[in-house]
Structures are given as C-alpha cells and as structure tokens.
C-alpha cells in the first residue's frame, strides 16, 4: 500500500475522532460557545474534505489491484463524513427550547453518534483487512524478488560453468593439435629411420660384392 495514502488515512481518522468528540461537546452547549465549536466542527471538515480528495488522488495514480482495494477504503470514509455533516446539521438547527434540545440529543443525536461510532468501528476492521491484505502482498512481491534474485544467481553460476567448459574444451583441442603436430614428427622420424636402414644396407651388400670379388680375384 502507498505509504503518502496511510499518511492521509491516519490523519483523516484522527481527525473523524476529533470532530466526533467536538460534536457531542457542542450538542450540550448554547450561545456563542455553541457557534465557536461548530464553527472549528466545519473546520475541521474542510480539513477532512481535503484529506479525503487528497486520498482519493493518490489511490488513483496506483495499480489496478491496490487502487481498487483503496477506493473502497475510501467510500467508507466519505460516508463517515456525510454522517458527521449531518451530525453538525442537526446540532446548528437546534435553537429550541431545552426540552426539544434535550430530546434531540437523546434520540437523533444519540443515534447518529451511533451510528457514526459503528460506521468507524467497521472502518477499523476494513482497514485493518486491507492492511493484512496488504501486507500478504508485500511478502509476496518480497518473495517474487527474493525469487528473481535467486535464479539470477543460478544463472550466473551456469553462465561460468559454461565459460569453464569452453575453456576446458579450448584446451583440449589444443592438447589434440600437439598430439597431431607430435604424431607427424614421430612419422617423418619413423620414414628417416627407415630410409636411413635402407641405405646402410645396401652399403653393407656393396661391401660385401667388393670383398668377395676381391677374394675371387687374389686366388684366381
């Protein structure tokens, strides 16, 4: 959830409990203190009226998901305010004797403040489902990340395992061109060896030819 949104939202609900208690105070009330608390009730729902514009714009610049969850939050708080305005209302029409005052805070008052005391009570509980909510889908996108980061890593690891294995293999086919370079040498030694065999032998068969010539001629 938007940090700037629970902001607002703290302050609006701080503020709905202040307005709530200034409306009873100024229902006992007669005169110019009378007037003086209503005049810093309407105030103070100006105030409330900007937090709440202010909630509803941040809620709609956010993701589909979480502005959804946000602007239902939101309606909760509206209506918390139309009660508190008709609250006010009611309190403003209220030059009347003490008889019809007293009656009218016993009954339309009471009841509003009820109804106002359990329109905040549930707007608690829906806060605090959203702020689970919330919170579940922080763990989850903490998870994703945690998640992402890990396959990253994997993927670095087999990124050098392939790195090593092309060095690997780069080295063994060095290693088969110096066995092929050795194995040629070897083959031009061998066909020396062979060639140089063949001259000496036909050396040693001349000598031989010479030797007994020479001897056939001395006993002639």
């Not at 003490?98 to 339309?108: M, Y």
Request: with cysteine.
């Amino acid at each position: 959830m938007s940090e700037v949104f629970e902001g607002y939202e703290r302050q609006y609900c701080e503020l709905s409990s202040n307005l709530s208690r200034k409306c009873t105070a100024a229902g006992a009330l007669d005169g110019e203190k009378k007037k003086q608390k209503l005049s810093e009730v309407r105030t103070g729902l100006e105030d409330a009226e900007s937090l709440i514009r202010k909630m509803d714009l941040e809620a709609r610049s956010l993701q589909p998901n979480v502005k959804a969850m946000l602007l239902a939050k939101l309606r909760e708080y509206k209506s918390d305010l139309n009660n508190l305005k008709t609250e006010v209302k009611r309190i403003a029409s209220g030059n009347l004797n003490p008889a019809a005052r007293d009656q009218l805070l016993e009954s339309g008052m009471a009841d509003a403040l009820m109804a106002s005391a359990d329109q905040r009570s549930r707007l608690m509980v829906s806060t605090e489902r959203l702020n689970q909510s919330s919170d579940r889908i922080k763990d989850g996108r903490r998870t994703m990340l945690e998640t992402e980061e890990l396959g990253v890593s994997i993927l670095q690891d087999l990124h050098q395992q392939r790195q090593s294995l092309l060095h690997a293999h780069n080295t063994l086919h060095g290693v088969d061109d110096n066995i092929g370079k050795s194995k040629k040498v070897l083959n031009a030694m061998l066909r020396r060896m062979n060639r140089n065999k063949w001259i000496i032998g036909a050396v040693i068969a001349v000598l031989l030819v010479a030797i007994v010539l020479i001897l056939y001629f001395k006993l002639k």
